[in-house]
């Protein structure tokens, strides 16, 4: 009975070994196919892009007076360094390990830290104008000009490599754990506590702060849209109503020579102004004089008042 239950224990054991073995040798097969296929795809793609996007600002005269394009032109430039640095990467496939130098590995670092957080500041920048151009119009002129947007362009280059100046103090070539002829690019070990700390501080200023002003901008613009819909929709229905009054108003004048000239026939039926007289007063016109209860010639100042005491 042993005999069997330590059978058993050693099958489920080499059933659970083969299982972990498959998933793991599924797992690398995945991460090979997207290290050595998909990203040379998504690098290649980017630098054509990002490069052709760039000189055709550059080309076009009018674009370069808008102060957006500086910001858009600094998020190409970010986003083209962060490819460059995955390029290098990649490299490491065909074999040539230009990461694993030691100053290649450290300059890596550090502009991969600088672009990260360049790329979303630079995002964060071109909503802030187009929260002006949206909320603020009126400041337009005096907040989105080339002067401003040079000047927040360098300030954010600044602040980014000299917050990020440690991180290649803190970096160096060091061999595999089981492998001293595979070498990688990691982080020293005496300095582990400052590299969380920089870590953890990246993480904030390129992930949760920027995330939290863009949502707060998106949501001041959606409001003043959703504002400016509804301001526009009455406008549009005050100016139907006013249109509306004009038009009845303009047809009053109408109503009321017809009223006139209706009570006329009437008194001419009665006798008080003879039928030849009206006509003559009806085929000479009316004129823009017409209104109450008079009807005029156009050819003379008479009316049917003048007529009745004629008679």
């Known amino acids: 009975m ?7 224990t050693s099958n489920t054991n080499n059933a659970s070994g083969d299982l972990l073995a498959a998933n793991q040798t599924g797992s690398l097969t995945v991460y090979k196919l997207l290290y050595d296929y998909v990203l040379p795809i998504i690098v290649f793609v980017g630098l054509v892009g990002n490069l052709t996007s760039i000189y055709l600002m550059l ?3 009018q674009m370069r007076k808008v102060s957006s394009s500086v910001f858009l032109m600094s998020v190409l430039a970010a986003d083209t360094g962060m490819l460059v640095g995955l390029l290098l990467v990649w490299i490491e496939s065909l074999g040539y390990p230009l990461n694993h130098l030691p100053a290649v590995c450290r300059i890596n670092v550090y502009l991969t830290y600088v672009f990260g957080f360049l790329s979303i500041w630079y995002v964060v920048c071109i909503t802030v104008e187009t929260f002006i151009t949206i909320c603020h119009p009126t400041k337009i002129k005096q907040m989105c000009t080339l002067f401003r947007a040079r000047a927040v362009a360098v300030m954010l280059l600044v602040t980014a490599l000299v917050l990020y100046v440690v991180a290649p103090i803190i970096t160096e070539v060091q061999s595999a754990p089981h492998s001293n002829a595979t070498k990688q690019c990691q982080p ?3 300095y582990g506590g400052l590299h969380q700390l920089v870590f953890y ?15 707060i901008l998106l949501t001041f613009m959606t409001v003043a849209i959703v504002r400016s819909v509804k301001r526009k929709q009455k406008r549009t229905i005050k100016k139907t109503n006013e249109d509306g009054n004009q038009s009845s108003i ?10 006139d000239w209706t009570a006329d026939l009437n008194a001419s039926r009665l006798g008080a102004v003879t039928t030849e007289k009206l006509q ?6 009316r004129s823009n004089k017409c209104w109450g209860w008079d009807v005029c010639d156009r050819n003379s100042d008479k009316t049917i008042n003048d007529y009745e005491e004629e008679d």
């Open 59 to 61: 080309v076009d005269k």
């Open 280 to 285: 003559a007063v009806a085929l000479s016109g």
């Open 2 to 8: 042993d005999t069997i239950l330590v059978m058993n």
């Open 250 to 259: 303009g047809k009053l004048p109408q109503a009321l020579c017809w009223i």
């Open 188 to 190: 020293i070990a005496k």
């Open 201 to 215: 501080a990246d993480l904030v200023l390129t992930l949760f702060v920027p995330f939290v002003l863009l949502i």
